[in-house]
């Protein structure tokens, strides 16, 4: 069974088997990298435009600059485009695969890059969020290696209190540690 979804009719019971879960770092992320982006964009054309409004230029310059601008657009634009292909492609190309057996962490776009951290000697998970992870659903996902006593991160990813209750489905007797902001709203709210 290599990868993929299949629905089975056991007894009039349909159920849905998948053989692996793909969790991403958050899109949070992604639009505040390409935000970044059009803020530097418009930094680079208020330069542009900025540098023709000194007195200190001389006439020939000035019109020189100034009808050099279809090109600087051009060039902007070519640029801004391929940056934001780059960090989309990066986005789409970065994740954590979790399997029944082990969890794996693929990057790269052209050399691909893989860590593998083995499930059988995890005796810990747990959850970091923040108030902003809160807020935008996304957390930090970690897992303790006993045999080599080394916390794994998975670092931003979306919904991470389901992907926990995914790694504790297949890690019953797993200890489960939360660092949840909401929780200890909660837990002071309650004892008041």
Same mark, same amino acid.
């Given at each position: ?27 949070? =992320? ?118 080599? =006593? ?43």
């Amino acid at each position: 069974m290599k990868s993929g979804v299949w629905l089975l009719n056991d007894k009039d019971e349909k159920k849905i088997v998948v053989t692996h879960l793909n969790v991403r770092v958050s899109i949070v =992320f992604l639009m505040l990298k390409l935000i970044t982006l059009d803020i530097l964009a418009t930094f680079a054309v208020l330069l542009f435009f900025g540098t023709l409004s000194f007195d200190w230029l001389s006439e020939e310059t000035w019109r020189f600059i100034f009808s050099k601008n279809v090109g600087f657009f051009i060039t902007l634009a070519a640029v801004k485009i391929l940056l934001t292909l780059f960090v989309v492609l990066q986005w789409i190309n970065e994740y954590y695969e979790i399997t029944p057996t082990k969890i794996i962490y693929r990057r790269g776009i052209i050399w691909r890059k893989e860590d593998t951290y083995g499930l059988s000697r995890i005796n810990a998970i747990g959850v970091q969020q923040g108030i902003f992870g809160r807020i935008f659903n996304y957390g930090t996902l970690f897992i303790y290696d006993v045999g080599v =006593f080394k916390y794994y991160y998975l670092n931003y990813v979306h919904n991470p209190l389901r992907y926990l209750d995914v790694l504790h489905n297949l890690l019953p007797n797993a200890d489960i540690e939360k660092e949840v902001i909401r929780e200890h709203i909660r837990d002071v709210e309650e004892s008041s």
